[in-house]
């Protein structure tokens, strides 16, 4: 039995408490403020789990890999990373979510609604949370620090896919020639190789890149554009490599055989020279 209704949108409650708590949504009353930043939410139980952001407490906790969690809510969707449930599929793409608010940033994907903005350069986002990734740009805020090499970065994401350079774990492998990859993107691109998809198209010559970088590189040919320079000479190249084999000039740095001790400024280079001693 639900006996107390909203008299606004008519939805029923248990009880009365449940009811009072409901109406906030409508009056935008938020009663309840945390005493140390001075956020206000709508019900008490909200004040509360919102005390742990502050105290660090995340009493919720998965039995297959002990993460842990502020909120249950946030746990019982965690859990599903484990047993595979998705739950809510797109119904134009047919792709699936764990979540129903995934799903429904999701569908913007095809109605192309992007309510939120940036206010500082206009750009139009699906979701909060990326306008928030978003704005960084704007902070220059690199607010995670690697604690080995102490390179800092604007996302978690992207400090957890650099940490893999310090543990050498390469989690990323391909199912044909067993090659393992840092990134996911590393992988995609690779597999080009196997199916000899080339992908990106350069719009001025029509020559084919099995990867993005590769096309950008080569479109440098066409506009002229050497983005790189050397900090000691202000000689500018095209590609980052470049500009790195061409710093060995300055530093004396090279590339030794280790047969003969003969040097040189570039591997590849060096390379050549090595098949001298492998010739049978």
């Known amino acids: 039995e639900r006996p107390y209704c909203c008299d606004v949108c008519n939805k029923t409650f248990s009880d009365r408490s449940s009811l009072k708590r409901h109406h906030h949504l409508h009056t935008g009353e938020r009663p309840y403020c945390c005493n140390v930043c001075n956020k206000t939410f709508s019900d008490r139980s909200s004040l509360e789990i919102h ?5 660090g ?20 969707v965690h859990v599903r990373v484990h047993t595979g449930e998705r739950s809510y599929p797109c119904d134009m793409c047919h792709k699936t979510f764990t979540t129903l608010v995934n799903l429904n940033v999701h569908l913007r994907v095809h109605t192309g609604e992007r309510p939120y903005f940036c206010s500082v350069c206009n750009k139009t986002f699906i979701s909060k949370n990326s306008l928030k990734l978003h704005v960084l740009v704007h902070t220059g805020e690199r607010s995670y620090l690697c604690g080995m090499c102490h390179k800092t970065f604007r996302y978690l994401q992207h400090l957890n896919v650099h940490l893999r350079v310090h543990t050498g774990e390469r989690p990323y492998c391909c199912n044909v020639c067993s090659k393992t990859f840092r990134h996911r993107s590393g992988l995609k691109t690779h597999n080009h190789i196997h199916t000899g998809e080339r992908p990106y198209c350069c719009s001025v010559c029509n020559k084919t890149f ?4 590769s096309l950008k590189r080569h479109q440098r040919m066409h506009t002229g ?3 790189y320079c050397c ?10 490599s470049k500009l790195k084999r061409h710093h060995n000039i300055h530093t004396g740095e ?19 020279h090595q098949r001298v001693h492998t010739k049978s």
């Open 57 to 76: 407490e995340r009493p919720y906790c998965c039995d297959v890999c002990n993460k842990t969690f502020i909120r249950k809510s946030n746990l019982k």
């Open 225 to 227: 554009e050497r983005p």
């Open 231 to 240: 900090s000691v000479c202000q000689k500018t190249f095209s590609e980052r």
């Open 51 to 55: 005390h742990n952001v502050h105290t």
């Open 254 to 272: 090279c590339y030794r055989c280790d047969v003969c001790n003969k040097t040189y400024r570039e591997p590849q280079y060096l390379k050549l």
């Open 210 to 213: 099995s990867d993005r970088s």
